[in-house]
C-alpha cells in the first residue's frame, strides 16, 4: 500500500495550487501525497468516495473566538469544525497577555482543529463582553512585547478593537499602541471597526501595508463606503497601500448593501472569515460555509469565494503547510455538496438574498484522519437568562425566528452523506 488514504472521485478546488479538476487525492502520514485522475483504490488503506462533492483544502477561519470557558465569546472549535471543513481557526483576540497561557493549554493544546491567536493589546483580552480598552492600563505595551516574545510559535499578530464603547474616552491611543508593539515584534495589526467614535477616516491613514481591517463589510457608522456607497478616499489610499480587508461577518457586522456597493466599486475582501462566537453561532451567521454561500449569493465565483477562506489567509498568515492541495501540504480537506434551490440568507440587518447555491460540509480531515461529526456546541449557560447586559436582545430573537422559519443551515441542507463515518480508526 503506498497511501494511507485515497479520496477518490471528487471534483478538486484548489486554483492557487493549480489543482483544480476532477482529481483523486492521495494523503500519506498526515499529509497530501499525490493529486492525481484515477488513482487505483487498491493503492491506499482506506477510501473514502467523494462522487459528486467538491474537495477543497481545509476551510481557514481567520476571525474566530474559542477561549470558551474563560471568556465572553469563546465557543468550542472542534464540534464546529467537524461539521463545516474549518480545520484551522485564528482567535483573534480572546486572549491578551495575562491570558494567553490558558489559550495554548486548556484550548490550543487540547483542539483536535488547529489553532493559532492574535494577542489582544489589552492585557485581559475579551474576557468580557465590552469595555477592554477603556482602562489604557490594560494597554500595557512592555507586557505585551515580553508574553508574544515568548508565544510566537502560536501568535501571527496584535488585535484592538476601535468603537465608542470599547474604548470609552481612549480613542486612538489603543491602536497607536497596537502599531507602536506591532513594529518593535514584527506583526500585522487586526482592527476591528464599529460604531464611532473614533471616525474611520481617522483610523485608515494609521495602517500600515498588511495590517488587517475586520469586519470590512460592515453597516455601522464605521464603514468604509460612504452614503451613497462610494469607497472613502482613505479606503482607497489604505488599499493601494496593502492594507488587507476581512470580512468577520460576526452578529452585527456584514450587511449585503454594504457588500454588494464594495463589489460594485472594485472593492473585494481578501479573506472571507465568520467571526463565529457565542452569538453569531446562531445565526444569521452560523458558520464559514453559510457565509461562503452568501458570497455566491451576490456573485463571487465558489473558486474564488473558496480561495479568501483557505489560499488567501494561509498566504495572509505565513501558512505556508496549508490552504492548499499540493503534495507536501498538511492533510487537512474539506469535502463539500453544493446544493441547489432557493435559500434565504439572511444578513445582520435582517435583509435577505436568495442563494441558488448552499455549499454544505460533507466531511472534514484533520492531518488525513476524517473527523467523527459531533454536535453542536450549547451556549454557555448564562448566555440566554444575561445575553449581552441588555443591549442587542433583539439579536437573540431574531435567531429565534429563523431557526422557527427553518433558515438554519441545517434545516436547508439535505443530511450528510458520511453522519456514520467513524473517524478514530483506520
Ligand atoms: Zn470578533
Request: a negative charge; hydrophobic letters at 40%.
Amino acid at each position: 500500500m503506498r497511501f494511507d488514504l485515497l479520496i477518490k472521485g471528487g471534483v478538486t478546488i484548489d486554483d492557487a495550487g493549480g489543482l483544480s479538476g476532477r482529481h483523486d487525492v492521495a494523503i500519506s502520514k498526515g499529509r497530501i501525497a499525490a493529486v492525481e485522475p484515477g488513482i487505483p483504490a487498491d493503492a491506499a488503506f482506506q477510501i473514502v468516495d467523494a462522487t459528486d462533492l467538491y474537495v477543497t483544502p481545509g476551510l481557514i477561519d481567520m476571525h474566530t473566538h474559542v477561549y470558551h470557558g474563560a471568556t465572553f465569546w469563546g465557543i468550542e472549535p472542534d464540534p464546529v469544525g467537524s461539521r463545516t471543513g474549518v480545520t484551522t481557526w485564528i482567535d483573534v483576540g480572546s486572549a491578551g497577555a495575562l491570558t494567553l497561557e490558558g489559550l495554548r493549554k486548556f484550548i490550543i493544546e487540547r483542539a483536535e482543529v488547529r489553532i493559532s491567536a492574535f494577542l489582544n493589546i489589552s492585557y485581559i483580552g475579551l474576557t468580557g463582553y465590552d469595555f477592554e480598552l477603556v482602562n489604557l492600563a490594560y494597554c500595557d505595551t512592555r507586557l505585551f512585547e515580553i508574553v508574544a516574545s515568548r508565544n510566537r510559535d502560536i501568535l501571527h499578530g496584535v488585535k484592538v478593537r476601535m468603537g465608542a464603547t470599547t474604548v470609552g474616552p481612549n480613542g486612538l491611543e489603543p491602536l497607536r499602541r497596537a502599531i507602536e508593539v506591532a513594529e518593535r515584534c514584527d506583526y500585522p495589526v487586526m482592527v476591528h471597526i464599529a460604531v464611532p467614535p473614533p471616525d474611520i477616516r481617522e483610523i485608515l491613514p494609521l495602517l500600515r501595508e498588511g495590517d488587517i481591517i475586520t469586519h470590512c463589510f460592515t453597516g455601522n457608522g464605521m464603514k468604509l463606503i460612504d452614503d451613497v456607497g462610494q469607497p472613502l478616499e482613505q479606503t482607497l489610499r489604505a488599499i493601494d497601500r496593502g492594507v488587507i480587508l476581512d470580512i468577520g461577518h460576526g452578529a452585527g457586522s456584514f450587511t449585503f448593501n454594504t457588500a454588494e456597493a464594495a463589489l460594485a466599486a472594485g472593492i473585494k475582501p481578501h479573506a472571507i472569515s465568520s467571526d463565529i462566537h457565542q452569538i453569531s453561532i446562531a445565526g444569521p451567521m452560523f458558520d464559514l460555509p453559510t457565509c461562503i454561500s452568501k458570497f455566491l449569493a451576490i456573485g463571487v465565483r465558489l473558486n474564488e469565494a473558496l480561495a479568501m477562506a483557505t489560499a488567501a489567509p494561509a498566504r495572509l498568515l505565513g501558512l505556508e503547510d496549508r490552504g492548499t492541495l499540493r503534495p507536501g501540504a498538511l492533510a487537512d480537506i474539506a469535502l463539500f455538496s453544493l446544493e441547489r434551490g432557493d435559500y434565504p440568507l439572511y444578513d445582520i440587518a435582517n435583509e435577505v438574498r436568495t442563494g441558488r447555491e448552499l455549499l454544505v460540509n460533507q466531511l472534514t480531515l484533520i492531518g488525513g484522519r476524517p473527523m467523527r461529526r459531533q454536535p453542536l456546541p450549547q451556549r454557555t449557560e448564562w448566555f440566554e437568562p444575561w445575553g449581552t447586559a441588555g443591549r442587542d436582545v433583539s439579536i437573540i430573537e431574531f435567531q429565534k425566528e429563523l431557526v422557527r422559519r427553518g433558515h438554519s443551515p441545517d434545516a436547508m441542507a439535505r443530511p450528510r452523506r458520511f453522519a456514520g463515518l467513524d473517524g478514530h480508526g483506520h
